[in-house]
């Protein structure tokens, strides 16, 4: 006959409590007897005798490990032991020397071991060869010339232009330059003075002779620009100081 699940569901309940009994017994009976131990330890007492009393105190400083102290973790490099230097001598590392690369030196070594060939001979360097040289004749002009330069090369004059000579200077006279501008009549448009001579009347006489005197025949090559250079003659006796050879 079996028994119905009402008298099962009972007798679990009727279990359980007995072991929850069971269980408060046993932690009751633990925590008494830890109680006893603690009450019949008696407290102790550390006496401090002599002169390390303060070694002592430090011993029991609650904040020795969280504060710099030589006793705790900091005492390392707080009291910090003094290293001895050693000298070292540097030595310099085994390399090995390179093989010989000059092979000319070898070919030129081994040649003179053998002697020098029968065929072979010192270069001997000829004698110059002397020629004669002709130097015209070093003479002072007597007369005062105009030259053209540029493009006014192209042109023809119409006339012949005279200058005058024998200028009376204490030195010599430089070349007088103008610059001018001819038209295709062969008219001279207008002339400035670029370079002077050193002798203020010789450079107004060469702009009065450029602006006045000078014509060309006519061009088909349109404005022409360029210079006219003016050489004046110098009376030797006039000269009294040559301080630079005249251009």
């Known amino acids: 006959m079996t028994e119905s699940a009402e008298t099962i569901s009972s007798q679990w309940g009727w279990w359980v409590a007995v072991v929850f009994v069971l269980q408060i017994l046993f932690f009751w009976a633990g925590s008494k007897d830890v109680q006893k131990t603690d009450s019949s330890s008696p407290l102790g007492l550390m006496t401090i005798e ?3 009393v303060l ?20 005492g390392v490099w707080l009291k910090p032991i003094p290293i001895e230097h050693k000298l070292t001598r540097w030595t310099p590392p085994d390399i090995p020397l390179p093989k010989e690369s000059n092979l000319v030196e070898n070919i030129i070594g081994q040649v003179l071991e053998q002697g ?15 020629t004669r040289v002709k130097v015209p004749f070093l003479g002072m002009e007597n007369l005062s010339r105009l030259e053209l330069e540029g493009d006014l090369k192209t042109l023809v004059f119409d006339k012949p232009v005279t200058l005058r000579s ?4 204490s030195t010599l006279l430089r070349a007088s330059r103008v610059q001018v501008m001819v038209d295709l009549e062969g008219k001279i448009l207008n002339g400035a003075l670029i370079q002077s001579s050193g002798h203020d009347p010789a450079d107004q006489k060469a702009v009065e002779i450029a602006l006045r005197d000078i014509f060309f025949q006519k061009s088909t090559n349109g404005v022409v620009a360029g210079n006219l250079v003016f050489y004046w003659h110098t009376n030797p006796l ?7 050879r005249p251009r």
Do not use: C, Y
């Open 116 to 130: 020098p060939l029968q065929k072979m001979r010192s270069f001997v360097k000829p004698a110059p060869k002397l």
């Open 50 to 52: 002599g002169s390390n």
């Open 166 to 169: 024998g200028w009376e200077a």
């Open 55 to 74: 070694d002592r105190l430090a011993l029991e400083d609650p904040v020795a490990l969280s504060q710099p102290n030589k006793h705790g973790f900091s």
């Open 238 to 244: 006039s000269i009294t100081n040559i301080i630079e």
